[in-house]
């Protein structure tokens, strides 16, 4: 997967873009930001250390410093090439550092929140509920920890991650699936929410209020899911 993610690092927001605006009606930056937007449902902009685990080119953390400037963000990635690009950015208050998938390099009780967007479909099967756990392990008594994923239920997600060079033999989770592995991690689900249910183009844009009345049913692009740690 490094070496995968790598090879793409410089010109993975363009090709990203290209193999989904025609389908989803926006770029990959917009994805990036309406995370950042739910994140803000539920979080205030105050000193909070958060983690994020599968930070890619750093595209998200432009977002988040602008929606929370009080908090200090670390984002960890296993391809070396898209860290480097992402420090290359100088986002205020935050720090880019490599990892190897397996273990998170802090230690135990570090962060307030940890973001993870877009990552468990592409980790092995048999690795999903170590790195899980690993979350767990780096999360404070009572932090939180935001999980991003495609939903497998609808057919345009399908569609994207079958067509995307980056999503190749990839293994989408169900949120039931994906609440399991927090749960045996010792987490607390506080929701589960979907989220994408309409094409982003101008002629869906009426559609895109109603949204958030349609959030537990599960046929949005993607969902995600809140939990806690006890």
């Not at 397996?102 to 877009?118: C, D, K, L, M, R």
Request: a positive charge; glycine letters at 6%; aromatic letters at 14%.
């Amino acid at each position: 997967m490094e070496q995968n993610f790598d090879q793409f690092a410089k010109d993975y927001r363009s090709t990203h873009t290209k193999s989904i605006k025609a389908v989803s009606g926006a770029d990959s930056f917009y994805f990036a930001q309406h995370k950042i937007n739910e994140l803000a449902r539920f979080e205030k902009n105050s000193p909070q250390k958060l983690l994020d685990l599968g930070c890619g080119d750093g595209a998200t953390e432009s977002y988040i410093s602008i929606q929370f400037p009080s908090f200090s963000v670390t984002g960890i990635d296993i391809s070396k090439e898209s860290i480097a690009i992402a420090n290359k950015k100088e986002i205020p208050g935050c720090n880019f550092l490599w990892f190897d998938g397996v273990s998170i390099p802090f230690a135990e009780n570090t962060f307030q929140i940890v973001f993870v967007a877009g990552v468990l479909h592409h980790v092995p099967l048999s690795q999903r509920q170590n790195l899980v756990n690993e979350i767990a392990r780096v999360l404070q008594p009572g932090g939180r920890l935001y999980l991003f994923e495609h939903n497998p239920y609808n057919p345009l997600t399908r569609y994207l991650v079958n067509t995307c060079v980056f999503d190749e033999g990839v293994q989408l989770l169900k949120a039931k699936e994906a609440a399991m592995l927090l749960k045996n991690a010792g987490l607390k689900i506080s929701d589960n929410r979907y989220v994408i249910f309409f094409p982003r183009g101008r002629f869906f844009k009426w559609l895109h209020k109603t949204e958030s009345m349609l959030a537990h049913i599960p046929f949005g692009g993607q969902y995600y899911i809140r939990a806690s740690k006890l």
